[in-house]
């Protein structure tokens, strides 16, 4: 086998070793310089052992350089936060509740969309209300609410109720009901 074949395979080798490393240890771009001149040589020794005699095999060696390149940064950037190291260096993303503060508010005010209240102050268009026996600050829709009028939870933004004017629905009597002598009547639709 040709010194300058030899030379090609052990610089491509060492190269992507060393791209590895760029990887794992903070150089600054000093060991992706070594790492680009590495590749570079080899790819020179390549071309003297077969550029010209068997130039299939240099295009061979060429295309392999292209596709390991990608393919070593790849798994070394796939294997760097399953490493010791790679944990202690990269942080993890922090979880929802932690950069909500407000999330296991909303959480439990999600919970009385649908419900009725009633306005313990004007809404202009923030203000109280009571639903449950519990007071929340309010948003009402966009129209003014009386203080004392009846309000129904339509949405939730943030830690703030919307709110709109509206009756809790009454149950509706049976339309056909017995009275006091034993006769039936319908009351008659409204």
Known sequence: MDSNAVFAVVLLIVGLGILIAEIFIPSGGLLGLVTFLSLLVSIIFAY???????PNLFGAFCMMLLL???????TGFY???????GKKVLL????????TP???????LEKLVGRYGVARTNLLPGGLVEVDGMRLHAVSEGL??????????????????????GNAPQSIPDQTTENSTG???EYPSS
């Open 48 to 54: 003297r052992a077969w550029g010209v005699s068997q």
């Open 68 to 74: 390991l390149v990608p393919t070593v940064i790849g």
């Open 79 to 85: 294997m760097l936060p399953r490493t010791p190291f």
């Open 92 to 99: 993890e993303a922090p979880e929802a509740e932690d950069v």
């Open 102 to 108: 407000y999330l296991e508010e909303s959480r439990r």
């Open 144 to 165: 003014m609410v009386e203080s004392g009028e009846s309000v129904e939870i339509i949405n939730i933004r943030g830690s703030q109720v919307v709110v709109r004017p």
């Open 183 to 185: 006769l039936d009547f």
